[in-house]
């Protein structure tokens, strides 16, 4: 049994009530990995702390961060620009006073006490529980660094799961693993455990997100497939802003974490809800399911279903028997790559590509709450639901870009314009932190408005037997950005404005980069290597002949299929004596048809085309 998928659904509805439904249930559960992706914002927020001082926070219970003893108990800090976070002032004697004599102004020494974290912002955070502070500070960035490689093995090895085992059950799975392990998150007792988890936390809402997001696009149309990709991402944005404000009221990490992950487990009644995917079932040879599951496509939609877009293999009259010969098309390989430079080339450029989108989007996101300026309890919560909103124009660009100007531009403009935000950002940092939030907004839109267009246009420009591999690797490149990501920030140690100005440069770089792309929009998705290297260029004259030919057959196998009552009338209406022609040992349909559009490529040829 031969079935055209994309056929069917354009007869049945490539968008239908009941695809917008499955889509609307496969979106939900994107608002939590949104909210699980940056949950580290807020889960590891490092709040301004100082030493324990014995002899003289012991008169406060419990002990807060400014004290009127701080002054001559705890030097300052030019480069943080506040109190030092690891040194205190040498005491003079034993006593239990608390006095300005009592504490030499020249030596320091650390906190062997202990630390007092201020209360402005955050009540809990895996920092102020763990102690990671100053010498131990790295382990913070780690954690979400083990959380990105979580990320990046999930989505290898639940791909080929997915294939395996389908996207339903694969889907099933991971949300229940994701329930479980983000509960399991909130009542860790020590680092180790909590970085385990969370890796296992992050291998599965991996899974979620992309098992949802191809699931999803595998139920529609081709022509929806843009349109489905971009509004999962307003799902995601979503749950950042929603991350946002849990934070923003809890103030507690482990509540936080609790509240983003128990209403995953609503999601398990899915298996009642959620079909597989058709094209999978078709891969798996599955046909009466597929055929099952397209019925029920289109009752849903109300439409009639179209049988005679489904042929049998076994009968005479098959989808090859009732077309002319075909080029079979070889196979490429990864080899086949390596030998042409210029895909080579493009594919080198698009891992750099995806490696700053993700390197910068992360960068942006998990230091969201740093943006801007002041000390008000609000502002870390304010500054980072705004850069979660500024996504959603961000995304809503990509769409319109794609549709209406092309990948490629849009690809690298979103770029430039995110390279130049950012490093606008750096440089208005030294004269101002109340300068930077509106510049790194911007820059937190563009690249989002990127990170939108390089899954569509990195599954465009290559092969489809190597596209799926290509695919892999560029995701699996753009995971050591993100590993890179809670780390940036350390740059400004060196500089302050070093790491948005490193952002700013490699996005500069990066759009640039996309002066080796083809432009996509409107062409096919390329078979081979011929029609990968001549993407974006001027069809000849001899195409455009053969794809009106090509039109022309089909036009002509339709109307013989519709005006004959069976396989033998067709036969008599069509049969053909002349065996000596270039088609002998094919049947009479094959051979009638063909002359039938070598006569009408012809009229074509002898005359002006006054469609084109």
Known sequence: MAVDIDAVLREIGSFGVYQRRVYFLLCLP??????GNLAFVFIAATPKYRCLVPECDENFKPPTYDEPFVNFTIPYSQKLGSLDECHRYQRLNTNDSCNAEDYSTNVTVGCPEGKVFSQNHNISTIVTEFNLTCHDAWQTGMSQTVYFAGVLVGAFIFGIIADL??????????????????????????????NVVRFISAMVTTAVFQTAFVLGVEYVGPENRVMCGILG???????????????????????????ISAPVSCFIFYGWFIPESPRWLQAQGKEQKLVAALEKIAKRNGKSFPYHLIRN???????????????????????????????????????FIWIVTTLVYYGLSLHASDLGSGDSFSRPYVDFILASLVELPGYTLAWIGMSCWGRRGSLA????????????????????????????????????????????????????????????????????????APFSNDLSLIYGPLPMIVFGVLSL????????????????????????????????????????????????????????GSPEEEQCLLNDDDDDDEFSGQNATQRSLYQSVEVSQQNLEGKPDHDS
């Open 30 to 35: 994107i608002i939590f990995v949104g909210a």
């Open 165 to 194: 085992i389908g996207r339903r059950l694969t889907l099933m799975f991971a949300l229940v693993a994701m329930a479980v392990s983000g509960v399991i998150t909130a009542l860790v007792a020590g680092l180790i455990a909590f």
């Open 233 to 259: 991402e307003y799902f995601y944005a979503f749950g950042e802003v929603l991350l946002g404000l849990m934070s923003w009221w809890l103030k507690g990490w482990r509540m936080t974490q609790l509240v």
């Open 313 to 351: 293999q076994d009968s005479e009259y098959t989808t090859d028997d009732a077309l002319p010969r075909v080029k079979i098309v070889k196979a490429v390989s990864m080899v086949d790559i390596f030998k042409t430079p210029l895909l080579c080339v493009r594919m080198v450029a698009m891992f």
């Open 413 to 484: 403009l979103s770029m430039i314009l995110a390279g130049i935000s950012c490093a606008g950002a750096g440089f208005a940092s030294e004269y101002s932190q109340s300068y930077v939030l509106i510049p790194a907004l911007l820059g937190k839109c563009f690249i989002t408005c990127a990170f939108g267009i390089i899954y569509v246009f990195a599954s465009e420009i290559f092969p489809t037997s190597v596209r799926s591999t290509i695919i892999g690797l560029c995701s699996t490149s753009a995971r050591f950005g993100a590993m890179l």
């Open 509 to 564: 770089v990066a759009g640039l980069l996309n002066i080796v792309m083809p432009e996509t929009l409107n062409t096919s998705l390329p078979e081979t290597v011929a029609d990968a290297l001549h993407l974006g260029r001027v069809l000849p004259l001899s195409f455009e002949m053969t794809t009106k030919k090509s039109n022309i057959l089909e036009r002509g196998r339709s109307v013989a299929v519709q005006e004959t």
